[in-house]
C-alpha cells in the first residue's frame, strides 16, 4: 500500500547533499561529524520513510498528490507562516481529504515558532521534531552553521541566537575530538561565545558527570581562536580577487553550490561528486537563459588547485592543465600492445573527469574575465584599493558621486562609502550629510532606514576625531604589502592583491609570533605549540585599538594542570579558527595560505556561522520596500 | 535433580517445553470471570471483573468493580477502584501504561500505582459509541458504532486520526492492527474479516483482499509482523503472509467454535485455546495438546508464550537452538561434548579429557554456545552448569576474550533478581537483549523498586539519576512531614550525586502544593535554564527571565516574554522587559515579523522616537493609497521633528512628502506611474517621456546638483537614443561632468560615431584611449603621437587590423623612439 509522503525543504541548508566524498582527508576526522548528521538524518525521514517528491519550502500553497508531508527547517517564522498557509489551503478545500504534517526542526524547535503556529491556529496539526544539525562540513576544514542572516541579526538586531547555537556546536567538536586546550578570541561577542562554552562545560557536568569526567583535552586541536566580525569589518567590503572569490562575487555561492547559466554548466553535465540529487536540476536541460547549479567542492580536484590562488594567475594554470590533458589523451597513439590500451581505458575514466571540469572552469574563468575587464570594475577596484592603503586624494569620493550618478546598484555604492567612512574613523560632516542626500535622492527615502543601519553598526558614520585608528593597526600589523608577486606568494595579503586581510593577520599574530614578531614578512621558523605559547602577547596595543574585548582563556581537566596535549607523531597541531558573524571565502584562502606556511606542523579548521561577502553583507542592512505597482 | 529435557516436547523436528516459572501468590481467581490484560516483557497484569459474565455474588467482594494489578508473579501491586462505564477494552503501552477505552471514547492512561491521565477519541466515538479496541505498543485503533475506526499513533501528544471508512455495516467477524513499525507504510494497518474476505484499511483506503476462506472468526499477528494466523468458520487454522502473498500452511482443528484466544508462540507456532484446552500448532501440521483444570490466559511474548493460570505461570517456548544442542539426548555437537566433559571430570573420569581432545578446533564455540544457552536457562542450576561448562572449556583455550562470559554472568544476575518472584518480572535474555536494560530500570522505577534499580544501575555502571530524582518525588508527594524535614531528607540522599538536576523535585513540591520546598529545592539546581520553567508556574516572572538571560539560549528567553506578554498588563510587561537589553532586541525582533502594533508600543513607551519614526515611515511604504501615504509619514515627520540629532532626517522627510505630492501631479498629467520613484528616478523617466521641462522643474524644486542632473539627463537621453538632444546638452554649457561620460555613454550603447564628437572635447591625455574603444586607430595614433605616449601607441599598433594604419604607427614609434 503506497501512502506518499513528500518532504518540503527551506533553501536554508541541503544537509543531504550527496557531495560529501571530497570530505576525510586531513588529520582531524571530520567523518565522524558527518555520519552523526546523516544518521539522523535518516531517523528523521524513516518515521515516515519513502519520501517521492522534494519541494523547497515557499510561500504560496502547495499542491501535491502526498497525503504525508514533511517539512524540515530552520526555525524561522517567516516558515512558520508559509507552513501555516499550506495547511489553510488544504483544509479550506475539502476535496482534498486529509493531510498528515510532521515539521523537523533545524536544530530544534523553539518556543517562537511553536507560538507562531499557535497563532496561526494550526499547532495542533502538526506533529513536530528535531533534526540537531549544526556545523555541515562544506570541505575537511571549513565547517560552517549556515545561518544566512547571522550578521544581521547579531549586531544590527543584537539577537544572541547564533552564539547561543555556535556554543552548542563547538561543545559538540569538543565532545567528538576532546576539549580545546586554550580559547583565545577578540571581540566583545567572541567573549561572550568563550564565556557561554566555559558555562556550558561546567552545566555538562551535571548532564553527564561520566563523559564530563573522561573529556580529555584533545590530542590535535591545541587552540581554538575566536574571530568577531565587528573586529574587521572591512575586510569583507573588499572585493574579493581569489578564484573561488571572484565565483563569489558575481555568481554568489550558496551552501557551496553556485548557480550558473546552463550554457555555461552544461560544459560539465555530471561534474565530479555528483549534483544535488535534492533540487531536482539535474534534469534541467542546457536550454537558453536556464540556470543551474553546479557544486563547488574539493572533490573536483582542478578546483581545489585553483580556489585559492589569485586570480591573476589562473589563467595560465588552466592553460597548463589543458595542454596536459591534452598529451595525455595523445598517450593513446603510443598504447601498442593490449595492456597498454588497458591501462589508458583505466586513465580515461579520470581524464574524461578532468575534462569536464576544465570545461566548466574554463567557462566560469572566461566569465569572471569579461567581468574584470570593465571599466567599471576596474575603477572600483582601484578605489577601494587606494582607500584601504590609505592613499587620500580626491578621487575616491569623487567616483562614489559619480557612482551614485549614474545609479550604480545601491550595494556597490554602500560597499565602497563604508570601506571610506571605516578607513577614515568616518566621512567629515559636510561630505557625509552630501552623500546621505545624495542617496536618499537617487535611491529612495526608505533608506533613511538603510543608513540609520550602518549607522547603528559603526560602518557609516560622521568623523569626529582626527585620530585615525585603522591607519595605525594598518602600519603596525602591516596590513598592505606593496609588492605582491601572485604567481609565488609570500604573505596572506596575495588574496586581494596588496591587502592582508585583518582577521587573519590576528589570527597569524597568534600562530606565528615569536618568530620575529613581525607578521607578514614571510614565513620562517617553526611555531612552537599555541596552547603553552603567549598567546597575542606583544600584539596588546594594537589589540587595544580594535573594537571589542581581547582574551585568553585555558581550558584544564580536573587534575588542574594544563597539560600540553600529546601529539601523535608526524600529526600536525589543528588550530580551530571561528569566524563569528561570517568570513569570506579570501579569510579561508588566507588562512589555507598560513598552514601552507607552517611546512605541515599545523592545520587549520575554518568554523563559521555563514560565509559571507560585501554583497550579502550589506545587502542583508538594506531597507526593502513592497513594490507598489507591481502588486497593483 | 530432573533432566533438562524432561519438560520437553518434539513437535515436527523441534523442541518446545514448558517450564513453570511461578506458582501464582493469588488465591483462587476465576481467570474465566475477568477481561485480562497482560503486558508484554514479562509485564504485569489487569483484571476487571467481565461484566458481561455473571458471577456469582460473594459476601467479601464490593459491589462496585475494581482494576487489580497484579505482577506476573501473582502479586497485587495495585486495586484501582472503578467508578466510571462500561470498559470496552484494556491494554498496555511500551511504558507499561495501562490503557482503559471506555465505550464514550474516554481513554484512561494508568501508571502502576493508579495515577491517571484521560483523554478523548472525539465526537464520532462520543455519538456512536465504541464498541471494541485493539492496542499496540504505541497506540490503538478504536471501532465505533458506526464501524469507523479512530488510531491514535503516540499517547504523548494523542491525536485522533479517521482511517478510511471500511463500509461495513455489520460487526466484523473479528480484526486486528498491524504496527506501524511492520507495514510498508510505516503507518498503522487494520485487518477487518468481513463475510468471507479481508479488508485492508489505512489513513487513505480500504482494500479488498478478495479471500474465499472466511468467514474468520479469530484472527493474529506473528510478533514480528510478517504473518497472520486466522480460523476460520469451518475450524481451519490457516496461516498466510501479512500481504497475503504466501500460503504457509492450513491446519483443520474440527472445532466448529473459534478459539477463545489464538496467538503466536514466537514466530513459528500458534497457540490456541478453547475453554481449559491449549492447542499448540507447528508450522507442519505437527500439534500438541495440553489441557488444564481452570480457566487460563495467555500471553504471547516475542519468543514465546505464558501461560497464566489459577495456580502458576508457565513459560511455553520453542527450546533454543543452543540450549537443544546441548541437551538433546545422543547430541554430538561440541557444546554438548564439552557439557558432557565437565561432568566426567567432576567425576574425576579420564573421558573429561578425551571429550575435551575431540572438540579442540571448535571449542572456543562450544564455551560461547555453552554460554549462551546459560542465558536461555531459568533454573539457577542449569545457568551454573552451563557457565561452569563454559569456564571449564575456556582454561583450555590459549586465547579467549571473556568478555562475553562476563557480561552474561552479569545480565544472568540481573535477570534472576527481576524473575525473583517478589518482583515478578519473567523476563527471557532474548527479551532482556530487546528491551534494553533502560527499559528494564524505567519499569522497576514506576513499580517503585528503587532500591534494585540503584543496585542494577550501579551494577551495570548506568547513571542512578531518574531513580533517585523520581524517588525523591514519590517521596515529596508521600510525606507528611514538614517542608524543612523533606528538603533535608532529599538532599542527604542525593548530595553526593554532583550533576543530579533538582528542577524536576521542586516541581514536584511545587504541583504539590509546597512552594517553599520548592524554592529550598531549586536553589540546589546547578543550570540557570533548567530553573526557568519553575520559576515561571511559581508567578517569579523577573526571576524567571533574569535566569533565561543568564543561560544564554535566546529560545528561553523567548518563552518566558511570550508567557509574560499573555498573563501581564503591558504596562507590567515593559517594567519587567526594558532594563534587560537582550530581552527588549528579542521581543523586537519578534515584533517586526509578527506583532508591529506591539513594537509601536514598546518604542513608546520606551522613549525610542527614531525607532518609532522609523517604524511609522516603513508602514507608509505599505499604503497603497497616496493619501494615506502622505499621513502616515507626516506622523514620522512629526516624531523626528521633536529631535534636534535628527535635522537632516526631518528634513529629508519634508522632501519626501513633497516628492510624493510631486508624483502624484505627474500621475494625473501624464496617466503613468511614478509614486515611489526618488527623486533621480522621476527626472530620468520624465526625460524618457519627452518632458524635460517638467524634469528641470522637479531639479530646481529639490535643488538638484548639477552634476547629478547632468549624468540622469545624459543616461536617459541615450537611453531613448535622443542624440540630438546629447548634443544640445553637451552644448548648452561647460558640462560640469567633463565629456569623458558622454563618449562613454555613447560608446555603451555601440554609437562610434556619436562618441566620436566628443573625444575632442575630453583631456588630451585621455583621447588616445577613447579613440581605440570607438576603433578609430588613425586618430587614436596621432593622439598618443600627440602626447608621446609610447605605451598606447604600441598597443594600439597590436589592436589595428589595418596595415597601412599600422605602418603609419609604427612610422610614429620610430620618431619618437628616437627623439628620446
Redesign the interface.
Given at each position: 500500500?503506497?501512502?506518499s509522503t513528500a518532504a518540503a525543504v527551506a533553501a536554508a541548508s541541503s544537509p543531504a547533499q550527496p557531495t560529501g566524498a571530497h570530505l576525510g582527508h586531513t588529520s582531524l576526522n571530520i567523518d565522524s561529524l558527518r555520519d552523526l548528521a546523516r544518521k539522523e538524518l535518516v531517523n528523521v525521514l524513516?518515521?515516515?520513510?519513502?519520501v517521492e517528491k522534494i519541494y523547497h519550502l515557499q510561500p504560496g500553497p502547495l499542491e501535491t498528490d502526498c497525503?504525508?508531508l514533511i517539512y524540515i527547517c530552520r526555525?524561522q517564522?517567516?516558515y512558520m507562516k508559509y507552513i501555516a498557509e499550506h495547511i489553510h489551503t488544504h483544509t479550506k478545500d475539502s476535496r482534498s481529504?486529509?493531510y498528515?504534517y510532521s515539521l523537523f526542526f533545524v536544530p530544534?524547535r523553539?518556543?517562537?515558532c511553536e507560538?507562531?503556529l499557535e497563532?496561526e491556529g494550526v499547532f495542533?496539526e502538526i506533529?513536530k521534531g528535531e533534526y540537531h544539525l549544526d556545523l555541515i562540513p562544506l570541505e575537511d576544514d571549513v565547517l560552517s552553521l549556515e545561518w544566512d542572516s547571522t550578521f544581521k541579526?547579531l549586531y544590527l538586531?543584537?539577537?544572541?541566537?547564533s552564539?547561543?547555537y555556535a556554543?552548542k556546536a563547538l561543545m559538540r567538536l569538543q565532545g567528538i575530538y576532546g576539549l580545546f586546550p586554550r580559547i583565545l578570541g577578540k571581540g566583545d561577542y567572541s567573549k561572550?561565545l568563550c564565556d557561554?562554552m566555559l558555562?556550558m562545560r561546567?552545566?555538562m557536568?551535571?548532564?553527564?558527570?561520566?563523559a564530563?569526567q573522561t573529556m580529555q583535552l584533545s590530542q590535535n586541536i591545541d587552540s581554538l581562536i575566536i574571530i568577531d566580525r565587528s573586529v574587521d569589518m572591512v575586510t569583507p567590503l573588499c572585493t574579493q580577487l581569489t578564484y573561488e572569490g571572484l565565483i563569489d562575487e558575481i555568481f554568489h555561492i550558496k551552501n557551496s553550490f553556485v548557480e550558473v547559466d546552463a550554457s555555461l554548466a552544461s560544459a560539465a553535465s555530471a561534474p565530479p561528486g555528483g549534483a544535488g540529487s535534492g533540487s531536482g536540476t539535474q534534469t534541467a536541460a542546457a536550454a537558453p537563459g536556464k540556470k543551474k547549479k553546479v557544486p563547488l567542492n574539493g572533490g573536483d580536484k582542478l578546483f581545489d588547485e585553483l580556489r585559492d590562488l589569485n586570480f591573476a594567475v589562473v589563467g595560465g594554470l588552466l592553460n597548463k592543465v589543458a595542454k596536459r590533458i591534452n598529451a595525455d589523451y595523445e598517450e593513446r597513439h603510443n598504447a601498442k600492445t593490449v595492456p597498454q590500451i588497458r591501462q589508458f581505458i583505466v586513465k580515461m575514466g579520470g581524464l574524461a573527469a578532468e575534462h569536464q571540469s576544465l570545461r566548466l572552469h574554463t567557462a566560469l574563468a572566461e566569465e569572471i574575465m569579461n567581468y574584470t575587464m570593465t571599466?567599471d570594475f576596474n575603477r572600483i577596484l582601484e578605489v577601494q584599493q587606494n582607500v584601504v592603503a590609505g592613499i587620500a586624494t580626491n578621487k575616491e569620493p569623487e567616483y562614489i558621486?559619480?557612482m551614485?550618478?549614474?545609479?550604480a546598484p545601491l550595494v556597490q555604492v554602500l560597499r565602497l562609502l563604508c570601506l571610506y567612512s571605516l578607513v577614515n574613523s568616518g566621512i567629515k560632516p559636510k561630505q557625509f550629510?552630501f552623500f546621505?542626500?545624495?542617496i536618499?535622492?537617487?535611491?529612495?527615502?526608505?533608506h533613511?532606514?538603510t543608513l540609520?543601519n550602518l549607522h547603528r553598526l559603526g560602518m557609516l558614520t560622521k568623523q569626529m576625531t582626527t585620530k585615525n585608528t585603522y591607519g595605525l593597526v594598518r602600519r603596525s600589523l602591516s596590513l598592505i604589502v606593496d609588492e605582491v608577486n601572485e604567481h609565488a606568494p609570500n604573505d596572506i595579503s596575495y588574496v586581494y592583491s596588496g591587502y592582508a586581510p585583518l582577521s587573519v593577520r590576528l589570527v597569524q599574530c597568534v600562530v606565528q609570533r615569536g618568530k620575529d614578531n613581525k607578521p607578514g614578512s614571510g614565513p620562517s621558523g617553526k611555531g612552537s605549540g599555541i596552547a603553552g605559547g603567549n598567546g597575542w602577547k606583544g600584539f596588546e596595543d594594537v589589540l587595544r585599538m580594535l573594537p571589542g574585548r581581547t582574551f585568553d582563556e585555558t581550558q584544564r581537566v580536573d587534575d588542574g594542570q594544563p597539560r600540553p596535549s600529546k601529539r601523535m607523531n608526524g600529526q600536525p597541531r589543528v588550530s580551530l579558527v571561528f569566524f563569528l558573524g561570517g568570513c569570506t571565502f579570501t579569510e579561508i584562502s588566507a588562512t589555507r595560505f598560513l598552514a601552507s606556511q607552517e611546512g605541515g606542523q599545523r592545520d587549520f579548521v575554518i568554523c563559521t556561522t555563514q560565509i559571507l561577502n560585501g554583497n550579502t553583507l550589506v545587502d542583508s542592512l538594506v531597507?526593502k520596500?513592497?513594490?507598489?505597482?507591481a502588486s497593483? | 535433580m530432573s533432566p533438562p529435557t524432561a519438560d520437553w516436547i518434539q513437535l515436527h523436528d523441534r523442541f518446545y517445553r514448558k517450564q513453570e516459572i511461578y506458582t501464582m501468590l493469588w488465591k483462587q481467581v476465576d481467570l474465566s470471570k475477568y477481561m485480562i490484560a497482560a503486558a508484554p516483557f514479562g509485564g504485569p497484569l489487569a483484571l476487571v471483573r467481565d461484566d458481561r459474565k455473571v458471577l456469582l455474588l460473594q459476601k467479601q467482594q464490593p459491589i462496585k468493580p475494581s482494576i487489580y494489578l497484579y505482577t506476573s508473579s501473582g502479586k497485587l501491586m495495585e486495586t484501582i477502584s472503578w467508578d466510571k462505564g462500561h470498559i470496552v477494552g484494556m491494554g498496555w503501552t511500551e511504558t507499561e501504561q495501562l490503557l482503559c477505552v471506555l465505550e464514550d471514547g474516554t481513554v484512561r492512561m494508568y501508571n502502576i500505582l493508579g495515577e491517571y491521565t484521560q483523554f478523548s477519541l472525539g465526537k464520532e466515538a462520543k455519538d456512536n459509541r465504541v464498541i471494541d479496541v485493539q492496542f499496540w505498543g504505541t497506540g490503538l485503533v478504536a471501532l465505533t458504532g458506526s464501524f469507523q475506526l479512530i488510531a491514535i499513533t503516540n499517547f504523548d501528544e494523542p491525536r485522533p486520526l479517521f482511517l478510511a471508512d471500511p463500509n461495513i455495516n455489520e460487526p466484523p467477524h473479528s480484526w486486528t492492527v498491524i504496527p506501524p513499525k511492520f507495514t510498508l507504510s510505516r503507518h498503522v494497518e487494520v485487518l477487518i474479516a468481513h463475510n468471507s474476505t479481508i479488508l485492508v484499511v489505512d489513513a487513505t483506503e480500504a482494500r479488498d483482499e478478495r479471500l474465499q476462506q472466511g468467514p474468520f472468526s479469530k484472527m493474529s499477528i506473528s510478533p514480528d509482523g510478517k504473518y497472520l494466523a486466522l480460523f476460520t468458520s469451518d475450524g481451519k487454522l490457516w496461516v498466510v503472509s501479512t500481504d497475503f502473498q504466501k500460503n504457509l500452511s492450513e491446519f483443520a482443528t474440527r472445532s466448529q467454535v473459534p478459539p477463545q484466544q489464538l496467538v503466536w508462540c514466537g514466530t513459528d507456532s500458534v497457540v490456541l485455546y478453547w475453554d481449559k484446552i491449549v492447542l499448540m500448532v507447528g508450522p507442519y501440521g505437527d500439534w500438541i495438546k495440553y489441557t488444564y483444570d481452570d480457566a487460563i490466559f495467555l500471553v504471547p511474548e516475542i519468543d514465546g508464550v505464558r501461560v497464566i493460570s489459577s495456580d502458576k505461570c508457565e513459560f511455553l517456548q520453542k527450546v533454543p537452538d543452543a540450549t537443544e544442542n546441548i541437551f538433546k539426548i545422543g547430541s554430538t555437537a561440541p557444546a554438548a561434548m564439552l557439557y558432557d566433559a565437565l561432568d566426567h571430570f567432576e567425576k574425576k573420569s579420564p573421558k573429561a579429557d578425551e571429550n575435551i581432545r575431540s572438540i579442540r578446533l571448535e571449542l572456543s564455540d562450544a564455551v560461547e554456545a555453552c554460554i549462551e544457552a546459560a542465558g536461555h536457562e531459568i533454573s539457577h542450576q542449569y545457568q551454573r552448569s552451563l557457565l561452569k561448562a563454559a569456564s571449564f572449556g575456556k582454561s583450555f583455550l590459549e586465547i579467549h576474550n571473556a568478555d562475553s562470559f562476563v557480561e552474561m554472568c552479569k545480565i544472568l544476575r540481573v535477570l534472576n533478581a527481576v524473575r525473583y518472584y517478589e518482583i515478578g518480572i519473567p523476563m527471557t535474555y532474548t527479551q532482556y537483549q530487546r528491551l534494553s536494560p533502560e527499559a528494564l530500570i524505567d519499569r522497576l522505577i514506576s513499580r517503585h523498586q528503587y532500591l534494585l534499580a540503584i543496585r542494577i544501575c550501579e551494577y551495570l555502571k548506568m547513571r542512578t539519576d531518574r531513580i533517585l530524582i523520581h524517588w525523591a518525588c514519590s517521596k515529596i508527594k508521600k510525606s507528611n512531614d514538614d517542608e524543612d524535614t523533606i528538603c533535608r531528607m532529599v538532599v542527604e540522599k542525593l548530595a553526593n550525586k554532583p550533576g543530579l538536576s533538582y528542577s524536576e523535585i521542586a516541581m514536584t513540591a511545587h504541583k504539590a502544593g509546597q512552594s517553599k520546598l520548592a524554592t529550598m529545592l531549586l536553589d540546589y539546581e546547578p543550570r540557570a535554564g533548567d530553573q526557568v520553567p519553575l520559576l515561571m508556574s511559581m508567578q517569579e516572572d523577573e526571576l524567571a527571565l533574569v535566569k533565561a538571560i543568564e543561560s544564554g539560549d535566546t529560545d528561553l528567553v523567548y518563552h518566558v516574554i511570550l508567557h509574560l506578554k499573555r498573563k501581564l498588563q503591558l504596562g507590567d510587561f515593559f517594567r519587567i522587559i526594558n532594563n534587560k537589553p537582550l530581552a527588549c532586541n528579542l521581543l523586537e525582533s519578534y515584533c517586526k515579523q509578527q506583532d508591529p502594533e506591539l513594537l509601536k508600543d514598546f518604542y513608546y513607551q520606551d522613549d525610542r522616537r527614531v525607532d518609532s519614526a522609523n517604524l511609522t515611515l516603513m508602514e507608509s511604504f505599505r499604503q497603497k493609497d497616496s493619501t494615506e501615504r502622505i499621513n502616515k509619514i507626516k506622523a514620522a515627520l512629526r516624531l523626528y521633528q521633536d529631535d534636534k540629532e535628527h535635522t537632516f532626517e526631518a528634513k529629508a522627510i519634508e522632501d519626501s512628502i513633497k516628492l510624493l505630492q510631486a508624483q502624484v501631479q505627474l500621475e494625473k498629467d501624464y496617466s503613468q506611474p511614478f509614486s515611489g520613484l526618488s527623486i533621480s528616478s522621476t527626472v530620468y523617466k520624465l526625460i524618457t517621456i519627452n518632458q524635460s521641462n517638467r524634469a528641470s522643474k522637479i531639479r530646481g524644486d529639490f535643488k538638484m546638483p548639477d552634476k547629478r542632473f547632468w549624468w540622469i539627463k545624459l543616461r536617459a537621453l541615450v537611453e531613448i537614443r535622443d542624440w540630438d538632444g546629447v548634443a544640445t546638452l553637451a552644448k548648452s554649457k561647460k558640462s560640469p561632468i567633463g565629456y569623458e561620460p558622454f563618449v562613454e555613454e555613447c560608446v555603451k550603447a555601440m554609437q562610434f560615431r556619436e562618441a566620436a564628437k566628443y573625444i575632442l572635447k575630453c583631456d588630451a591625455h585621455l583621447r588616445a584611449g577613447l579613440f581605440l574603444k570607438i576603433e578609430a586607430y588613425q586618430e587614436a595614433g596621432e593622439q598618443a603621437f600627440l602626447q608621446k605616449d609610447l605605451d598606447t601607441l604600441r598597443e594600439i599598433r597590436d589592436k589595428c587590423p589595418n596595415a597601412v594604419i599600422q605602418g603609419q604607427i609604427d612610422g610614429y614609434i620610430s620618431q619618437l623612439a628616437s627623439s628620446r
Open positions: 500500500m503506497s501512502t524513516d518515521s515516515d520513510h519513502g497525503k504525508n526555525p517564522v517567516n481529504g486529509s498528515t530544534r523553539t518556543a517562537l507560538k507562531v497563532d495542533g506533529t541579526e538586531e543584537q539577537d544572541t541566537t552564539i547561543y556554543a561572550a557561554m558555562r561546567r552545566e557536568a551535571v548532564d553527564d558527570l561520566d564530563s571599466d558621486e559619480e551614485i550618478n549614474k545609479q550629510e546621505k542626500r545624495e536618499l535622492e537617487t535611491y529612495g527615502f526608505e533613511i532606514q540609520e531597507q520596500v513592497p513594490d507598489l505597482h497593483a | -
